[in-house]
């Protein structure tokens, strides 16, 4: 990697693998890759350092994809999560599921999305878990990568008017 005018490498480092040093917010990165990109890794790993901030601004930090739970960000590692504990008689598989970008926290029917952190809980037959994670979490980035601003759009709109016939208050939580 080119050096990089954020980082510096502290005297006590030198000749250490590749690890480098944010002189604001003291963040370290090691193993760095030949397509990383040090302000997004820098953004992804500490968004809330004040020179990042202060030399990328608001919306660059925001606009960063940066799941919460990263080590589940591939589809096979959300599906260890259900395997041998999720219950067969519940209509969403763990297939599904993962599909739609949520793991198993391990207790009843909670999952939760990899990127949002979002929770959904008390599956009922006929809840699709892509349109439930676009209705109660529109703003995860995982969504929008993946189905579109034109699809939560759509689920809002078809859920306004359920929401007016049946509560599903237990189903959500944060
Ligand atoms: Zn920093
Ligand atoms: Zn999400």
């Not at 080119?2 to 090691?30: N, Q, S, W, Y």
């Not at 968004?47 to 930090?61: A, H, I, P, T, W």
């Not at 009922?124 to 676009?134: L, R």
């Not at 109660?136 to 859920?159: A, L, N």
């Amino acid at each position: 990697m080119a050096a990089e005018t954020t980082f510096h490498l502290p005297e006590h480092m030198k000749g250490e693998a590749d690890i480098v040093r944010c002189f604001c917010c003291d963040l370290g990165l090691a193993e760095w890759d030949a397509q990383d990109d040090p302000w997004v890794e820098h953004a992804r790993h500490n968004c809330r350092c004040l020179f990042l901030k202060s030399e990328k601004g608001e919306d660059y930090v925001n606009e960063i994809y940066n799941p919460k739970h990263p080590v589940l960000e591939d589809k096979d590692s959300r599906l260890k999560t259900f395997a041998g504990v999720w219950r067969t008689d519940i209509e969403q598989t763990p297939e599904i599921l993962v599909d739609a970008g949520f793991f198993y926290t391990g207790e009843e029917d909670t999952v939760r999305c990899h990127y949002c952190d979002g929770g959904l809980r008390n599956w009922e037959p006929k809840d699709i878990p892509w349109e439930e994670h676009a209705r109660w979490f529109p703003f995860c980035k995982f969504v929008i990568k993946m189905k579109g601003r034109e699809y939560i759009d759509e689920i809002r709109i078809k859920h306004e008017v359920f929401s007016v016939l049946k509560s599903t208050s237990s189903h959500v939580f944060f």
